[in-house]
């Protein structure tokens, strides 16, 4: 009678862990638990939820490919010998500004799901960005003469940033994209008298 007893018992245990292990493969589980998860919306960094319009998108994409073009002829002038020791120490120091907004800008564009191919919305020669030939000329100069073009072209290109900026301070959305170019507008104001000063010093 025990030996009944007890193969009873084992024989429930049994059932009862195959039942136990049979819910942990359906629907209520952890791992449809961790399934459903994965579209819970996780804290983002600044700019990447909330609101935005189209302009919000195209500031972001053209003054990401306008941040670009400045790191490139700073890059083109820190190539060269020659150059004015405080309009190399100017280039590094767009390099070092610009490069971080142009990941914060990219990864906007990647959060609100739309392309980040920023070339597609700036055209050169629009914008304060330099044409072809402009680049050509910047390649082309040597040192010292490359330093006073780099600034010319430079506070052109600065000047299209600010109006470009100041666009989106009037008509974006999204308040952390406005946030930034209120700071473009201010910070590039502001190396545009510097480059002005190192040109007339030139």
């Known amino acids: 009678m025990s030996r009944i007893r007890n193969t009873l018992m084992l024989t429930g ?16 589980s952890m791992s449809g638990m961790d399934h459903g998860s994965s579209s819970t919306v996780a804290p983002s960094p600044s700019g990447e939820t909330g609101s935005f319009n189209d302009q919000d998108v195209m500031f972001a994409q053209m003054m990401t490919a306008h941040h670009q073009q400045a790191i490139e002829m700073s890059d083109m002038l820190l190539a060269k010998t020659g150059v004015d020791e405080n309009v ?33 919305g700036m055209d050169h020669g629009s914008g304060g960005m330099m044409s ?25 290109h ?7 900026a100041q666009t989106e301070v009037d008509s974006g959305e999204n308040p952390d994209a406005v946030t930034l ?11 545009i008298a510097e480059m002005q000063s190192m040109l007339a010093a030139l």
């Open 158 to 164: 600065h000047e299209g940033a600010i109006e470009m």
């Open 132 to 156: 072809d030939d402009d680049m050509a000329a910047l390649e082309q100069a040597d040192g010292a003469a490359a330093g006073k073009l780099f600034l010319e072209q430079m506070i052109q």
């Open 13 to 28: 245990a049994l059932a009862a862990a195959i039942t136990l292990a049979g819910c942990s493969s359906g629907p209520g």
């Open 181 to 191: 170019a209120k700071k473009i507008v201010t910070d590039q104001t502001a190396e």
């Open 88 to 120: 190399a120490q100017f280039a590094e120091k767009i390099k070092a500004a610009q490069q971080p907004e142009i990941d914060t800008m990219t990864g906007w564009l990647e959060s609100w799901g739309e392309s980040t191919d920023s070339m597609s």
